[in-house]
C-alpha cells in the first residue's frame, strides 16, 4: 500500500511560481518513479510530468522549460516547481506512482489568475 500527500498549491498571478510537493509512504520510495498529472474543471486528466528512480525526467509539451520536476530520496518526497504560470496551468494537481497498481493522491489546487 502507497500513501501519497500533495502540498503546496494555492492562487498566484499569471507569471508568478509555485512548488508543489508529494511525499510518500508505505513503500521504499526509492524505486518508484513518480509522475505529476493535472485536471482542470470539465476536462480530462491530463499527464504533466515524470521522473525515474534514476531522475530521468519527462514533460509534456505545453509545461516543457517551464516546470520541473525533482525527488529527494532522503525525505521521500517528489517536487514539482512550477514558474511562468499561466491561467491555463489552472487545475487540481495529482502526483501519482504504480507499483502492482497505480495510486493516486488527493490533490492539490493551482489557480492562476491573470
Known amino acids: 500500500q502507497v500513501q501519497l500527500v500533495e502540498s503546496g498549491g494555492g492562487s498566484v498571478q499569471a507569471g508568478g511560481s509555485l512548488r508543489l510537493s508529494c511525499s510518500a509512504s508505505?513503500?521504499?520510495?526509492?524505486?518508484?518513479?513518480m509522475g505529476w498529472h493535472r485536471q482542470a474543471p470539465g476536462k480530462p486528466r491530463e499527464w504533466v510530468a515524470a521522473i525515474t528512480s534514476g531522475g530521468s525526467t519527462d514533460y509534456a509539451d505545453s509545461i516543457k522549460g517551464r516546470f520541473t520536476i525533482s525527488r529527494d530520496n532522503g525525505k521521500n518526497t517528489v517536487y514539482l516547481q512550477m514558474n511562468s504560470l499561466k491561467p491555463e496551468d489552472t487545475a487540481v494537481y495529482y502526483c501519482?506512482?504504480?507499483?502492482?497498481?497505480?495510486?493516486w493522491g488527493q490533490g492539490t489546487q493551482v489557480t492562476v489568475s491573470s
Open positions: 501519482n506512482t504504480y507499483l502492482v497498481r497505480t495510486y
Open positions: 508505505g513503500t521504499i520510495f526509492s524505486i518508484l518513479a
